[in-house]
């Protein structure tokens, strides 16, 4: 198949492009910035704001994997206009398939960057296309990314009450390819294997970075923690990721093999099947997601 990937330079695109590539897929990865094409990965321009060669990116194209999103700080800035934008345009090129990820509660949650994720959903429902979403819980990668960035603090605030079920951006990559190679499938979750209260996530994140840090009873405000509060932003679905957050920080260890091969790649946390740790991702580059672009 020949599958164009929007937000190919992020974190679960990452993870996307070699999967792709794996299964035998022609892939096209979109970019706002000018990158050489390497191995079995064409990469275009393209920008979802302005529309600006989007046109030429979908053409010839079997399906569509939008990745692409302004984040939980870009007021829905690629995820409401940019899917509209794509939607025009694959439609026109008669793409026969569009799967779009988004997040698990987007149906439920209608405030905040859900808010905006489940109005993305509901014009790619809409968009006489066939079609995918698929909604996945936080990935193992933000959530570590998120307690570094306040690893700094002199305490951690913590929220008993609020559960987290995270899932290893790998896993939610895989489900997408089979999603891909199986065309459409209407709205279908993905969720980590196990439910964790905020105070047992930052404690084995704390012994796995070997660090020290008073916690702080706290309740987060606002009706995005209320509902996950609830356990709207949990699934119950099958199937689901295998990686615990444990085993992501802290990998066992692969039981010993006399084949290389295998010993260097059975175990699902080992390095060989972790795409971040993948030095051939290099050339996908780093952003998460999709910003505004500043001018200079």
């Excluded at 795409?275 to 952003?287: C, I, M, S, T």
Aim: glycine share 12%; hydrophobic share 40%.
């Amino acid at each position: 198949m020949r599958i164009l990937v929007t937000g190919a330079t992020g974190t679960l695109g990452g993870a996307l492009l070699p999967a792709l590539v794996k299964a035998g897929h022609q892939v096209r990865a979109l970019s706002r910035a000018k990158r050489e094409s390497r191995g079995n990965v064409e990469w275009v321009w393209g920008d979802l704001i302005s529309d600006a060669g989007v046109e030429d990116a979908v053409r010839g194209m079997d399906a569509v994997a939008h990745l692409a999103t302004s984040g939980r700080k870009g007021r829905g800035a690629v995820d409401v206009p940019g899917t509209r934008m794509l939607i025009a345009a694959a439609r026109a090129a008669g793409v026969p398939h569009l799967l779009f990820t988004s997040l698990v509660g987007a149906d439920r949650v209608r405030t905040g960057y859900p808010g905006y994720k489940r109005e993305a959903e509901s014009l790619v429902a809409g968009s006489g296309l066939g079609w995918t979403v698929l909604r996945a819980t936080p990935f193992h990668q933000w959530l570590d990314r998120r307690l570094s960035e306040v690893a700094a603090l002199p305490v951690l605030p913590v929220d008993r009450s609020v559960p987290w079920q995270p899932v290893h951006t790998g896993e939610v990559a895989a489900r997408a390819a089979d999603l891909l190679a199986g065309g459409p499938a209407g709205a279908v979750e993905f969720g980590g294997p196990q439910v964790l209260g905020t105070d047992d996530l930052v404690e084995t994140w704390l012994r796995a970075k070997d660090l020290r840090r008073p916690r702080l009873p706290v309740r987060f405000p606002g009706r995005q923690y209320a509902a996950q509060r609830a356990g709207l932003l949990l699934t119950d679905a099958t199937p689901k990721g295998r990686i615990t957050w444990h085993d992501y920080l802290l990998p066992p260890a692969p039981a010993p093999s006399d084949d290389f091969a295998t010993e260097h790649t059975a175990s699902p946390t080992s390095p060989a099947n972790q795409p971040e740790q993948d030095p051939d991702l290099r050339v996908y580059g780093g952003d998460e997601g999709y910003e505004r672009p500043t001018r200079s």
